[in-house]
């Protein structure tokens, strides 16, 4: 484990903690001016005769209580070593991602609302949420005003719970703060790097890991496999799956299995967090 993501620890270790002794009152979904969906009898998303049968979310159709066609939501997370990005014991959050429910997906879905200044926004609306976001959810090159534009644009703008039609009295740019609100209250709850550690598997330059034992190990975390992403034989992302009852800002995340175009893990091989042998990598 280098030393630079060592004393990057020790850097946010102070504004985590104060971070996390307000969350609980900050992060509560649908805390933004103007109200969400209320759903106390939704369905669950990829199930019942309109999962995976929606038309594209670009021409308004789907509900406000079912995640449609993009019901099946990755939290998707990253490790990265070059340079070293984010805590020393902590993966970083990539994106909260609606697929398909057989595994594709739609992306850019409303040029109108490709939101710039989502650090503003965000900040002027949760400070908490943000100065969690300033330390969890990194760009590896610095940009993570830039990395907060694509996630929203590609992905948030495709969830058509998110769409302004359906909260009262809405707010410009409040469903961007819901979307990283609840991206990071889905973060939370998988410490991927704990998993792993627990289970003797540690950031090595040397060591190797078979990748039926990492997958054994992280399926543990929600109940489900995992998707895992590798790039020049090292294992850089982990991909977590949820259908959703009701919508995405006060709805039920339910683990499931990843989608069908979805690879839970390299077939076989030999797997290390720095070192890894195998060709896998995702696209997107």
Not at 41 to 61: M, N, V, Y
Not at 161 to 185: G, I, K, M
Not at 271 to 283: I, K, V, Y
């Amino acid at each position: 484990m280098s030393s630079t993501r060592a004393l990057k620890a020790v850097a946010v270790a102070a504004a985590a903690v104060a971070w996390l002794a307000l969350a609980a009152a900050s992060f509560a979904p649908g805390a933004q001016a103007g109200t969400p969906p209320s759903c106390p009898h939704a369905a669950l998303s990829c199930h019942g005769a309109e999962a995976g049968t929606g038309t594209s979310i670009a021409d308004g159709s789907g509900r406000c209580c079912f995640l449609s066609p993009g019901g099946q939501l990755l939290q998707t997370q990253f490790w990265d070593t070059h340079p070293p990005t984010g805590p020393d014991d902590s993966w970083t959050l990539h994106g909260l991602w609606p697929d398909h429910c057989d595994g594709t997906y739609d992306s850019y879905c409303d040029a109108s609302r490709a939101y710039s200044d989502i650090g503003g926004v965000v900040g002027g609306a949760a400070p908490e949420l943000l100065a969690f976001m300033q330390t969890y959810w990194k760009d590896y090159q610095g940009h993570d005003e830039r990395l907060w534009q694509h996630e929203w644009s590609k992905h948030g703008t495709c969830i058509n719970t998110l769409r302004p039609s359906c909260y009262a009295d809405y707010r410009p740019r409040q469903e961007l703060v819901d979307y990283f609100r609840r991206a990071v209250d889905v973060f939370r709850g998988l410490d991927t790097y704990r998993a792993l550690a627990e289970a003797g598997i540690t950031p090595s330059t040397s060591q190797t890991y078979d990748a039926r034992r990492l997958q054994t190990v992280l399926s543990q975390v929600t109940g489900h496999r995992v998707t895992l992403g590798c790039r020049r034989g090292a294992l850089k992302e982990v991909w977590y799956h949820f259908n959703v009852r009701g919508s995405l800002q006060t709805g039920d995340f339910v683990p499931t299995e990843p989608g069908s175009s979805h690879a839970a893990a390299p077939a076989a091989g030999s797997l290390g967090t720095e070192l890894l042998q195998s060709p896998f990598f995702p696209l997107g």
